[in-house]
T-cell receptor, first 117, second 110 residues
Framework: DAGITQSPRYKITETGRQVTLMCHQT?????MFWYRQDLGHGLRLIYY???????DKGEVPDGYVVSRSKTENFPLTLESATRSQTSVYFC????????????????FGPGTRLTVL | RKEVEQDPGPFNVPEGATVAFNCTYS??????FFWYRQDCRKEPKLLMS???SGNEDGRFTAQLNRASQYISLLIRDSKLSDSATYLC???????????FGKGTHLIIQP
């Protein structure tokens, strides 16, 4: 089915473990984003990517690594998970609105609920 | 840091009433504006884009005031199904995505 999917939907891990969250979109959108959502903070941008092999840091990148070897995939890796990374993670994709530099709407995946013990 | 501010609520509103939310943003260079809806434990979904001339979609009306740097959302004849968190979203005009407000929680009561 077309759309944006995330896996796993739920993950429990232990402090210090490496965890990779997957994101896949079928629209061939050039832009992809990773957000985390926590109570009291709203959605915060972790990393984004403008195209394959182009990634950049967002507001809260520390402790996370991303890659984008293919347009449709944008995995997020927690190299050594910490309790403070317990959160809901959303992946999103978008196109850029022409030459204005502004964005069209972002489409979100269903989210991954990550618990770090 | 670019900021988007919203009243977190909750707004408790009787069914059938009209309710309005405002949102202020700090980046005067912002070019794109949206209202998203988020249901509990679900992903945010676009409710409507906000255009300079204002726009309406059924019971929902959005307006933008660039001079005062705020956007508004009006919901008429509210339904129980309108209960959700409404996120104000602003584009900074750069390549770093959108800035999300923390959301306004709306509860429609029967």
């Amino acid at each position: 089915d077309a759309g944006i999917t995330q896996s796993p939907r739920y993950k429990i891990t232990e402090t210090g473990r490496q965890v990779t969250l997957m994101c896949h979109q079928t629209w061939s959108h050039s832009y992809m984003f990773w957000y985390r959502q926590d109570l009291g903070h709203g959605l915060r941008l972790i990393y984004y990517s403008a195209a394959a092999d182009i990634t950049d840091k967002g507001e809260v990148p520390d402790g996370y690594v991303v890659s984008r070897s293919k347009t449709e995939n944008f995995p997020l890796t927690l190299e050594s998970a910490t309790r403070s990374q317990t959160s809901v993670y959303f992946c999103a994709s978008s196109t850029l609105a022409g030459g204005s530099g502004s964005y069209n709407e972002q489409f979100f995946g269903p989210g991954t609920r990550l618990t770090v013990l | 840091r670019k900021e988007v501010e919203q009243d977190p609520g909750p707004f408790n509103v009787p069914e059938g009433a009209t309710v309005a939310f405002n949102c202020t943003y700090s980046n005067s260079a912002s070019q794109s504006f949206f209202w998203y809806r988020q249901d509990c434990r679900k992903e945010p979904k676009l409710l409507m884009s906000v255009y300079s001339s204002g726009n309406e979609d059924g019971r929902f009306t959005a307006q933008l005031n660039r001079a005062s740097q705020y956007i508004s959302l009006l919901i008429r004849d509210s339904k129980l199904s309108d209960s959700a968190t409404y996120l104000c979203v602003v584009s900074g005009g750069g390549a770093d995505g959108l800035t999300f407000g923390k959301g306004t929680h709306l509860i429609i009561q029967p």
